[in-house]
């Protein structure tokens, strides 16, 4: 398996316009700016680099984010192994994509931070802190970001955004967004629609409730009944191998 | 290290832990010191070197240090409380009631089908239900719930049914365990469903455990574990129920959730990986043979599933959960891989010193067995008569169950019988009295004979089930095959004498169904099935046997005169 298959590059009439995160084989994220505005709007179709058409879902500058889906055509690749994970204070990450020769590192200063507060929409990502200062950190937006463990496959941690707010001075500060984040903003955007077409992501808040820590801990893992187990398919169902008569 | 003096203690100690659990490195020595006074406290409560409080809120709180210590990884210690327990619950109760509160045992019930110690869970949530009967209580649903859970991980779907079904009616919506209950309770429903094969019956149960999640969700939120394992439990039977690539997609898409909201060692992570590689591996066609792509990404990421499982404190290598997926992982490679492509795998080595792991090994092999058993045998002593105390009562519990067993054992009259042993005052084996031997030697009047009384009794109480077949070949170990497992343990002798009724003296392999060794047992136990005499051909035909028989040892007469023979050098045949 390939690495970096969590990486995709979008064409737009032949042109590479963006790189992004492939999340599921036929869903994947990318940065809203890079598309650009009039993409945005129009919604063409764009291309990834062995030609499989992309269709913009949904696009939302605030967080910069961009969801794709990508249509399969009936040649239904191999599932992904890539991992996903949520990044902690402290931890390091890569981007996937190498503008420069070296590639870029950083580590996580707050996986929580605030990225855009509007009235309507709040937006968390995680804030970064970048090993050099960036010329451009906006030139970095759309590139998978992943844990820098030589683990293979990787765990991949967001999506590189622009800067927060309209900057886009050379700093050593960097935005990426969650796959977490991407998932409960999609939901969200979803839950606004009259139908739902589209496959649902976790959502659903706690109602809040008096315990400990511990306590909602134990709550959480809810002891206090059988927990299902998983269980196969009945063999008689689906094996290829004829009866068996001894 | 601090020693933890009471039970209180234990807890606060243990709840700081685990609010502290993602604290980073700087607290790990602490942590190791913490974790070290809690097992340090669990071994003196079984040792009764610590006080031990019996009052039933007492109790409950013991059961709250159980949760914990799983919360926190420490399993042993977390069932060696467990046991402690309940020991000192049964001991309490030996001339009256002491614990009236059903929930007490059904929360006990639940910790040990956590724990996966199925057998127990059932046995105290039945308890549990007494009490709640008894005593008239609330409790009633989510004890009918966790038993039809139970059961069903116990291989009982008509009971499993049965107790979903009243645990379905019993609800009130009165408190807010009753969602908990219904989720529970209508995912044993759905499982039974698909399991079914029956379409209009899994479009019911898809529908009502949406709801039933949907309801979950509202009250616990959808990053609930819970909430997130019956979520992939519903996609998957969606996808089941409709088997597009938009349903596909879907479970693909939580799977990402999941992963993302708990991390990717979370059991519930674990599963939700394992369904979707399931699903994927169905999808493509894997269960026709089909090898490509697709189907071998999906083994792989069911293999990464299985093991994340065994690595998991939730789970573990002796996990039911475990073997479930470790038997699907090996049908999933043997269903995609030509037999002669399988390689020589092989899972356990028992050597003699390991004869108590490779029967428990065995006899588990046979409680899960749900289709049939097949077993080539020197004699079949273990399996057949009750008084050896290995497998006969597993083999009978699986003939009740509706599974086939199938057994080949060898012929007394076959050429082994030359190793025939005699006393003093008698000829050695011979021509003319090898048959008379036999026929008063301890290997057949206490092995043989008996072997094929229970045989026939057996096959009375279970006509259509069990077949014994007889081989004149040499059989070179004994194979037991199960639909996942397979043991083989090679003879080092070919005197009888020292194959049956001795333990373990070479070793024995275990293999699952992805082995090469699987195939070539199952090749080997066809074979011999084919070449066997059937009973009833064989007592037809016993005269023929015996006149055979006297015949080799006629033509054995020229090697019994060496002298390294009569010197004994060597066992005379």
């Known amino acids: 398996m390939a690495r970096d298959e969590h990486l995709i590059e979008l064409y737009l009439a032949g042109t590479r316009i963006a790189s992004g995160l492939r999340i599921a084989r036929t869903f994947a994220l990318t940065a809203a700016h890079s598309l650009g505005r009039d993409v945005l709007t129009a919604k063409p179709t764009l291309y990834l680099r062995d030609g499989t058409p992309a269709h913009i879902l949904w696009g939302n500058t605030p967080s910069d984010l961009a969801l794709l889906r990508l249509e399969l055509n009936g040649t239904t690749g191999p599932l992904s192994t890539t991992n996903f ?20 590192v950083g580590k996580v200063v707050e996986p929580d931070a605030m990225y855009h507060d509007g009235p309507n929409l709040k937006v968390k990502a995680l804030r970064l802190r970048c090993e050099r200062t960036l010329r ?74 008096k315990r400990t820590r511990a306590g909602q801990i134990l709550h959480d893992r809810g002891y206090g009944s059988v927990r299902p187990q998983w269980t196969r398919t009945d063999p008689s169902r689906r094996t290829r191998r004829p009866p068996e008569g001894n | 290290m601090n020693e933890i003096s009471d039970l209180d203690e234990a807890i606060s100690t243990a709840e700081k832990m685990a609010e502290h659990q993602d604290r980073g490195p700087e607290t790990r020595y602490s942590v190791r010191e913490s974790e070290a006074a809690l097992i340090h406290y669990v071994d003196r409560l079984r040792g009764g070197q610590a006080p031990w409080e019996e009052e039933p809120q007492r109790i409950a709180r013991y059961t709250h240090l159980v949760e914990l210590l799983l919360a926190l990884g420490l399993s042993k210690a977390a069932a060696d409380l467990t046991d402690t327990t309940l020991r000192t619950m049964e001991l309490s109760e030996i001339d009256q009631v002491v614990y009236k509160e059903p929930e007490l045992w059904n929360h006990l019930g639940s910790l040990l089908a956590e724990q996966g110690d199925l057998v127990r869970a059932r046995a105290v949530l039945n308890c549990a239900l007494t009490r709640a009967h008894e005593y008239e209580t609330y409790e009633v649903p989510a004890i009918l719930a966790n038993l039809a859970a139970v059961s069903l991980q116990l291989g009982d779907p008509k009971a499993a049914a049965v107790w979903a079904d009243k645990a379905f009616d019993s609800l009130k919506y009165e408190r807010e365990k009753d969602v908990e209950t219904r989720l529970t309770a209508d995912r044993v429903r759905l499982d039974l469903a698909r399991a079914s094969g029956d379409d209009h019956d899994l479009h019911g149960a898809v529908d009502s455990f949406a709801e039933s999640v949907a309801l979950f969700v509202e009250n616990e939120g959808g990053e609930h574990p819970r909430a997130l394992g019956a979520r992939i439990a519903l996609a998957a039977a969606r996808y089941d129920a409709d088997p597009s690539p938009q349903n596909l997609a879907e479970l693909e898409f939580l799977h990402v959730s999941v992963q993302v909201a708990l991390g990717l060692e979370h059991r519930e992570t674990i599963i939700a ?75 356990k080595v028992y050597k003699p010193q390991e004869n108590t792991e490779r029967n428990d090994a065995k006899r588990r092999a046979l409680e899960e067995e749900p289709s049939v058993i097949r077993l080539i045998a020197h004699a079949g002593a273990s399996y057949f008569l009750e008084e050896t105390r290995l497998f006969y009562g597993r083999v009978k519990d699986a ?55 229970s045989y026939k009794l057996l096959r009375t109480m279970y006509p259509g089930r069990i077949e014994l077949r007889i081989t004149s070949l040499d059989v070179s170990g004994s194979t037991l095959l199960t639909s996942n497992v397979g043991f083989f343990e090679p003879y080092i002798t ?57 015949s080799e040892m006629g033509a054995l007469a020229s090697v019994r005169v060496r002298a390294s023979v009569r010197r004994g050098e060597v066992p005379r045949p």
């Open chain 2, 494 to 550: 070919s005197n009888p004498q020292r194959r049956t009724r001795r333990g373990m003296s070479v070793f024995e392999v275990e293999f699952r169904k992805d082995s090469r060794y699987y195939a070539d047992s199952l090749e080997e136990f066809r074979a011999q099935w084919e070449l066997s005499s059937t009973w009833q051909e064989f007592e037809a035909n016993q005269e023929q046997h015996k006149a055979a028989l006297r």
């Open chain 1, 136 to 209: 451009d950190p906006s030139a970095y937006a759309g590139s998978p970001i992943e844990e820098t463990r030589q683990v293979d496959p990787p765990v991949v941690f967001g999506l590189l955004v622009k800067p927060r707010g309209a900057s886009s001075e050379e700093s050593d500060e960097a935005f990426a967004i969650s796959v977490k984040e991407a998932l409960r903003l999609f939901e969200n955007y979803k839950m606004s629609l009259p139908s739902q077409p589209e496959p649902s992501a976790v959502t659903g808040v706690r109602k809040a409730e």
């Open chain 1, 85 to 104: 994970g949520e990044a902690q204070a402290g931890q390091l990450w890569r981007a996937t994509v190498s503008v420069d020769p070296k590639p870029l």
């Open chain 2, 273 to 347: 990986q394992a369904t979707l590689a399931a699903t994927e591996f169905a999808a493509a066609d894997g269960w026709d043979g089909q090898a490509n792509e697709r189907t071998t990404a999906a083994v792989e990421a069911f293999a990464t599933a299985t093991g994340r499982a065994i690595a998991s404190p939730d789970l573990g290598q002796e996990h039911p959960q475990t073997h479930i997926l470790q038997d699907e992982l090996a049908d999933m490679r043997a269903a995609i891989t030509p037999d002669d492509e399988l390689p020589y795998r092989i899972e």
């Open chain 2, 399 to 453: 003939l009740a169950r509706g599974v086939r067993f199938n057994v080949v054992i060898s012929s007394p009259w076959n050429s082994l019988a030359a190793f025939m042993p005699h006393n003093a005052a008698s000829e050695p084996g011979n021509y003319q009295n090898i048959v008379e031997l036999v026929e008063s030697s301890p290997s057949y009047n206490n092995t043989f004979l008996p072997v094929v009384e």
